[in-house]
């Protein structure tokens, strides 16, 4: 009896404990001023209500590490997010973990400098579309570094930056999202080094209709792209639920993306493709909008698959074993083409060329066509373009 009343005592004293550093955690993000440091010791925190900082300035929120300080939403009551930052500059989030978020795990919004140095964001158990959408979600945001990041089971995706500018994701491993990696809407972006494996698709880079800022300007290289053969579960009505699981990299409706040195590795729908957005067979209101991809330069990358059945539970996937059983080429392109793009000749404008210095497989679909003229013809994108990001953070 003894005993039982010791170990009674000591689990209410750490039951209390916590709960005070909980309650502490979310004083702080109210609290902290200019120049603050929010410290988060080792642990796991069960928290009811989300983390709201918001107007601040040169803040550090530091837990003891990945993972050793996680802060866990699994009971949410109140907010969608697990942290929040939003109209704030010169933000780093250092060395903890967000578990199990009601919506989207860590959401930077019109933040001036957001670092994400050794954190993870993950939804625990089987991925699901009850999971919140998005991991690391920096949007509306200026100079943003993610690295040394983990991000799981996100049911749009897992590394998330949208239109932003001045971006670098690097050394980080996405898996079991929808999507591994996107950039969506963001100019002047990088991602480099990192691990995206195990996804529905594994590097996606997206231009949408109907947001503040159009995109251009990325370079992704010296990634691993592999195995993402998962599911697709993202729910209905998402753009990124039309994304056939086997995936590798995607690009659509974007401008100026060059694609290097990656290993493109056991996606068993595509390798790599070039969209335009009329595959969504979404409709465009947005009269500004420019649904067609230009400038893209994919060059020196390792693509492997073996012979095996794309996806059949997705329209895109079944076209592609009709039309090449289990030899889908390692690059397919859809073909739609922009008739302001040709010169009096016919031929693509320089500025607006699809180029391939690939040792891959390859079709132009011919989609606008209604697949008549299927090429494989790689030489007629041998060209190159100069691709430069203008990323002024020291962060490479």
Not at 194 to 214: E, H, M, R
Not at 354 to 381: Q, R, T, V, W
Request: with cysteine.
């Amino acid at each position: 009896m003894k005993r039982a009343l010791i170990y009674l005592f000591f689990f209410s004293c750490a039951f209390l404990e916590a709960q005070n550093i909980q309650k502490k955690i979310q004083t702080e993000f109210i609290t902290v001023e200019t120049g603050g440091t929010i410290n988060i010791p080792a642990g796991t925190f069960h928290l009811k209500k989300s983390l709201w900082l918001d107007g601040k300035k040169d803040i550090k929120i530091i837990g003891a590490g990945m993972d050793k300080t996680i802060l866990n939403f699994q009971d949410q009551e109140e907010g969608a997010e697990g942290i929040k930052i939003t109209n704030a500059s010169n933000i780093l989030i250092e060395g903890l973990t967000v578990q199990n978020s009601k919506g989207d795990a860590i959401k930077t919004q019109d933040v001036e400098v957001i670092s994400f140095i050794a954190v993870k964001t993950e939804w625990t158990g089987k991925p699901s579309k009850t999971n919140g959408a998005y991991g690391l979600y920096p949007v509306q945001c200026q100079k943003v570094l993610i690295d040394n990041c983990v991000a799981k089971g996100a049911s749009d995706a897992g590394i998330y930056v949208g239109q932003s500018d001045q971006v670098i994701v690097k050394n980080s491993l996405a898996e079991y999202n929808v999507a591994g990696i996107e950039i969506e809407n963001t100019t002047n972006a990088k991602v480099h080094d990192c691990i995206a494996q195990n996804n529905t698709g594994g590097i996606l880079v997206f231009d949408l209709p109907g947001l503040q800022k159009q995109g251009a300007t990325t370079q992704i290289f010296n990634n691993k792209i592999l195995n993402n053969n998962y599911k697709n579960f993202a729910p209905k009505g998402n753009v990124v639920a039309f994304v056939p699981p086997g995936t590798g990299v995607l690009i659509l409706a974007a401008e100026n993306v060059e694609v290097f040195d990656n290993e493109i590795i056991e996606n068993k729908s595509f390798g790599a493709a070039i969209a335009s957005y009329y595959v969504t067979e979404k409709p465009i209101e947005d009269k500004k909008y420019n649904p067609y991809p230009r400038a893209i330069y994919f060059h020196n990358n390792v693509y492997k698959r073996s012979k095996q059945m794309p996806t059949l539970k997705n329209p895109i996937g079944k076209l592609a074993f009709i039309k090449f059983g289990r030899k889908v080429p390692d690059i397919v392109y859809d073909g739609i083409i922009n008739p302001d793009y040709l010169d009096e000749n016919g031929a693509v404008k320089e500025a607006f060329q699809i180029c391939l210095k690939e040792d891959a497989s390859f079709a132009n679909l011919d989609i606008e066509n209604g697949f008549k003229n299927i090429s494989k013809d790689l030489g007629a994108h041998d060209c190159s373009q100069e691709i430069k990001p203008q990323i002024k953070i020291n962060a490479e």
